[in-house]
């Protein structure tokens, strides 16, 4: 089956700690992202990815970094910059960066204990 | 720039009533607007999507929506609610910035009740 893997389903962090979190499609999808999800906010943009070896910058990059040498995989990493990183993470793929629908994963949730 | 506002955070309606979901958005270029269903604890799921090809448009589950270029509104609706429509719900509103930028509701969640 097509379709977006997302692991882990939870993840506990302590304080200080990096963490990175697993992406991983196979629908052949160029572009790629990820998504912040906290109550009431809606869903924010931490970084995308339109093609391979490249990615920008989204409205609430501080603190994460991610990595794309690879079309099927967009790992985003969680750093001790992120000063408030207890959230759930979503990550999607469209066919291509214009218009297109975009497909989720089943998302992370990220705790720092 | 780009927005979307989602009027009320909480609709709860009885089984087998119309279900109302108001979307408003702004954009300076032509939208493309997207009605996403996340259940608990899960990632989201395209319901229906509005690309310009006609005004009215049918998704899945029963759902549909309507684009209103002079309201700069996008409102989901279904005419039964059933008990499994229980969810939140995403409009996302996208068209600009030379990638596919989705931007983001705050969310409506739904609640059904016998």
């Known amino acids: 089956d097509g379709g977006i893997t997302q692991s882990p389903k939870y993840l506990f962090r302590k304080e200080g700690q990096n963490v990175t979190l697993s992406c991983e499609q196979n629908?052949?999808?160029?572009?790629m992202y990820w998504y912040r999800q906290d109550p009431g906010q809606g869903l924010r943009l931490i970084y995308y990815?339109?093609?391979?070896?490249?990615?920008q910058k989204g409205d609430i990059a501080e603190g994460y970094s991610v990595s794309r040498e690879k079309k099927e995989s967009f790992p985003l990493t969680v750093t001790s910059a992120q000063k408030n990183p207890t959230a759930f993470y979503l990550c999607a793929s469209s066919r291509d960066s214009l218009n297109t629908e975009a497909f989720f994963g089943q998302g992370t949730r990220l705790t720092v204990v | 720039a780009q927005s979307v506002t989602q009027l009320g955070s909480h609709v709860s309606v009885s089984e087998g009533a119309l279900v109302l979901l108001r979307c408003n958005y702004s954009s300076s270029v032509p939208p493309y607007l997207f009605w996403y269903v996340q259940y608990p604890n899960q990632g989201l799921q395209l319901l229906l999507k509005y690309t310009s090809a006609a005004t009215l448009v049918k998704g899945i589950n029963g759902f549909e929506a309507e684009f209103k270029k002079s309201e700069t509104s996008f409102h989901l609706t279904k005419p039964s609610a059933h008990m499994s429509d229980a969810a939140e719900y995403f409009c996302a509103v996208s068209g600009s910035g030379g990638y596919n930028k989705l931007i983001f509701g705050a969310g409506t969640r739904l609640a059904v009740h016998p």
């Open positions: 629908l052949n999808h160029d572009a």
């Open positions: 990815s339109q093609i391979v070896n490249d990615f």
